[in-house]
Nanobody, 125 residues
């Protein structure tokens, strides 16, 4: 069974940057698309970014487009989320997730089968 472990969260001032990492184990990592989601207090979890198994296809939520970049290193079984120009509204617990099926491009939350424990990102104004 796949296990995911996020890291890199923390407290940052508005306008700052953070880089989240998600390390996978027990999984054929390079066959599966990955996603980042986030959940702010009192809100539902929402999609942030998606990357296909090869890294050739990426999708972003409109709210982060141009500020966040998702990438992956299949040799290290790790996916990254580079977050620049952070805003207070980016404050949330960030989760990485692996797709339920190999070689798929669907990015709805229900398409992802395994989730990490989350990492807190707090952006102060």
């Amino acid at each position: 069974q796949v296990q995911l472990a996020e890291s890199g969260g923390g407290l940052v001032q508005a306008g700052g940057s953070l880089r989240l990492s998600c390390a996978a184990s027990g999984h054929t990592f390079n066959s599966y698309s990955m996603g980042w989601f986030r959940q702010a207090p009192g809100k539902e979890r929402e999609f942030v970014a998606f990357i296909s198994w090869s890294g050739s296809t990426t999708y972003y939520a409109d709210s982060v487009k141009g500020r966040f970049t998702i990438s992956r290193d299949n040799a290290k079984k790790t996916v990254y989320l580079q977050m620049n120009s952070l805003k207070p509204e980016d404050t949330a617990v960030y989760y990485c997730a692996v797709h339920r099926s190999a070689y798929k491009l669907d990015k709805a939350e229900g398409d992802f089968g395994s989730w990490g424990q989350g990492t807190q990102v707090t952006v102060s104004s």
